[in-house]
């Protein structure tokens, strides 16, 4: 991480503001949850994404992250989409409430 910063301090301020715009650009707007159905769905949608290297998160309970323009490749699958959300569309209760899950996770 302190390579990270020390990169981070280096580069120009030209290019922090290319970056910047670039991930404003890429925003949460861009981006669907895919949630599949079954075991079945899921490892062909894996097979998917690890043959034509798309960029993912795996979250967990057979759902993917990943870019609304790819998600017409899983068409033939069985799944239900839904769109990412930043924290800023969420209201306060509701990220106290993620914040005490997410708390509750780490203990174990």
Known sequence: MKNCI?????ISTKRKKEVKNM???TENKSEVALEFNSEQDFSAAL???FDYWIPHVL????TIIL????ANLFNNLKFKQTDVLSATELPPEEIAE??????????Y
């Open 59 to 62: 979250v967990g309970g057979r």
């Open 23 to 25: 991930l404003e650009a």
């Open 98 to 107: 993620l914040r005490r899950e997410n708390l509750s996770f780490q203990d």
């Open 47 to 49: 097979k998917i994404i």
């Open 67 to 70: 870019s609304r323009e790819k």
């Open 6 to 10: 020390g990169f981070l301090r280096r």
